[in-house]
């Protein structure tokens, strides 16, 4: 799913899923925002709910119709996209968590954090809006009142120096989806410079997977690699439908792991900006980062 004032052709041109698609033998599809602005519904009522309406529910009916038409294994499907198409991730997981078996999210907000506002909020977009794990689980949960199946386990990479969706969009993610799944806010596991340098990557259990990119602003770019190891895809081939896709290991402890409350301080090579950055006030469409865009701080997109 594209980020705001992108479409679909241009998210199939900047971005290598469609080339994976073709060695790994999945069907890929590309979604394109209604919205004059190219930005994803991520705050009606209807969009968060189940089959409520909204884009989330056109995103939904392309992929029972991929299963009913194409088929697709029901148990193998997934969703990833870059700023609001990061948000609508987060919707995806919380409103559809019986569609869908893993989710990646690159520089996005927590399920429902733009809840109730229009296309934007600030309160939101700046790292203001901050509430308990047990609100944000709460909140989640309530995409699908009475879902009691698997959930969706939920991978979201953001970056430090992010003045479009501040950094403590992170951290509230951390909070939300850690609740989800009833893990501890501690990560299970933690590495630096991992998959690249100055970022750090933690695992909170098999399910929730947080990657934070040190010195990086809106948006962090996409690391298709990691997405399909995440997904399982990685030794897929074409025909080849696996009933147990491999899982991605935890990488390995370190000691001291960072608190969720402040941006992680283990990386040595790169200083840590205030959590939240100052700056950055973003206009209506600053949802978020378009090829070209010049909104916050004066960064164009990652693609």
Aim: glycine share 12%.
């Amino acid at each position: 799913m594209h980020y705001c004032t992108g479409t679909a052709q241009a998210y199939f041109s900047g971005t290598q899923y469609a080339n994976y698609a073709d060695t790994h033998g999945y069907i890929v599809v590309y979604p394109d925002a209604p919205d004059s602005g190219g930005c994803w519904d991520v705050h009606s009522t209807g969009t968060l709910t189940h089959d409520g309406g909204g884009d989330s529910l056109a995103i939904a009916s392309m992929v029972r119709y991929a299963i009913s038409n194409y088929g697709v294994d029901p148990s193998l499907v997934f969703a990833t996209g870059t700023s609001s198409g990061a948000m609508m991730t987060n919707v995806l997981m919380g409103a559809y968590p019986d569609l869908f078996a893993a989710g990646s999210a690159f520089s996005g907000v927590p399920y429902g954090c733009f809840a109730g506002a229009s296309m934007w909020n600030s309160q939101c977009a700046q790292g203001q809006l901050t509430k308990t794990a047990q609100q944000w689980g709460d909140q989640a949960r309530s995409g699908y009142p009475g879902f009691n199946g698997t959930r969706p386990k939920f991978q979201f990479w953001h970056g430090s120096a992010d003045t479009t969706l501040y950094p403590q969009n992170f951290f509230e993610d951390i909070k939300q989806w850690t609740n989800v799944f009833g893990v501890s806010q501690t990560p299970s596991s933690n590495q630096t410079n991992n998959p690249i340098a100055n970022y750090w990557r933690a695992s909170f259990g098999p399910n929730v997977q947080a990657i934070y990119a040190n010195g990086v602003g809106h948006t962090v770019p996409e690391r298709v690699d990691d997405v399909m190891a995440w997904f399982g895809l990685t030794n897929t081939k074409p025909g080849n439908n696996p009933s147990n896709p491999p899982t991605t290991s935890n990488p390995p402890t370190t000691s001291n792991p960072p608190s969720t409350s402040n941006p992680p301080t283990t990386t040595p090579t790169t200083t840590v900006p205030t959590n939240p950055p100052t700056g950055g006030t973003v206009p209506h469409w600053g949802q978020c980062g378009g090829i070209g865009w010049t909104g916050g701080t004066g960064e164009s997109s990652a693609l």
